[in-house]
């Protein structure tokens, strides 16, 4: 795979946007723009945790890493009503299987860590996670898709539990989405100065344009990229040693089979040996039983004889 230029990256690129939102001076404006205008409404103060990895509790069990999320910090919230809005700009195209069960992953993983021990149900913070990718997820071509928890049997029953996921499809067109939405989203697609239509992309064009001109970003590209390259590698000799490991395999199994069939073919051999041999024995007994009876004949017609010359004699 080669590397893009960092001039070259957008929003939809993994380490823009999380360099974007990991910015002290830029973070949290870009973030609050990014949710007015996906959600249509003004937001509060939020906390910006960019670059989260969450490890397994033990080495067999799952890590992940969320790109970015957000929580809001109102004191005017009650409980249950804060949110944490999880945001995941995704240039990986998954099968529907994998991305619905990798979003469950994330939803599971945020609600271990926004519970506090001693803290009641209810006090849970609402989770919202969002994709932004440029491949149709559903298949529906809608530029928005939201995913909530229902009641199969009564689809109208409410039932909020604070879970919410949303595939943001930079290509969809089916659906009514907001003007100023279908502009992020190509603009998150071609990051460029022309896709910058209105106030709020030229203020995140003047973010992306002040960080891709930053020396450390620069620095901090190439070592992520040396990183990403160097996983990549590890995954490419992980999966060639499971396909090795899958060929021994095979080979071993056919093997194996051809071992069965060679004792199946010494079986049927040894089997049709012991058939000749019986055909053999019984014909020799055969033979065997004849000659008895020929002599046995003989003898009985030898003793005839010799009787009726003795009874001639007397």
């Not at 890590?63 to 999320?69: C, I, K, N």
């Not at 529906?140 to 919410?164: F, H, Q, W």
């Amino acid at each position: 795979m080669a590397q893009k230029k960092l001039q070259e990256l957008n929003l939809l690129d993994d380490f823009l946007f999380g360099t974007l939102l990991s910015s002290e001076d830029f973070g949290e404006p870009f973030g609050r723009i990014l949710l007015e205008i996906i959600f249509q409404k003004k937001f509060g103060r939020l906390k910006v945790i960019p670059q989260k990895v969450y490890y397994g509790k033990d080495t067999n069990l799952h890590e992940t890493r969320l790109d970015v999320y957000l929580e809001e910090m109102s004191d005017e919230l009650l409980p249950g009503q804060a949110s944490i809005y999880d945001m995941e700009p995704d240039n990986y195209p998954e099968t529907l299987r994998e991305l619905a069960r990798r979003t469950r992953f994330y939803h599971s993983v945020i609600d271990s860590k926004s519970l506090k021990s001693g803290l009641k149900y209810e006090a849970l913070k609402n989770v919202i996670v969002i994709f932004i990718m440029p491949e149709d997820p559903l298949g529906e071509n809608r530029m928005v898709y939201t995913i909530c928890s229902m009641c199969e049997e009564s689809p109208k029953l409410p039932y909020d539990d604070g879970a919410r996921t949303l595939y943001l499809y930079t290509m969809g067109t089916v659906g009514d989405p907001p003007k100023a939405l279908r502009q992020l989203l190509r603009y998150m697609e071609q990051s460029t100065d022309e896709n910058a239509v209105n106030d709020s992309l030229k203020r995140i064009h003047h973010m992306v344009e002040t960080v891709k001109r930053d020396g450390e970003v620069a620095l901090s590209y190439m070592k992520s990229w040396d990183r990403e390259e160097r996983i990549r590698k590890e995954e490419r000799q992980k999966v060639e040693q499971e396909r090795q490991k899958a060929e021994q395999e095979r080979q071993k199994a056919e093997q194996e089979r051809q071992k069965v069939e060679q004792e199946k073919q010494r079986i049927l051999l040894e089997n049709q040996r012991l058939q000749e041999e019986i055909a053999r024995y019984e014909k020799q007994e055969k033979q065997l039983i004849l000659s008895e009876n020929q002599r046995l004949r003989e003898e009985i017609a030898r003793y005839k004889k010799e009787l009726a010359e003795l009874s001639g004699r007397s």
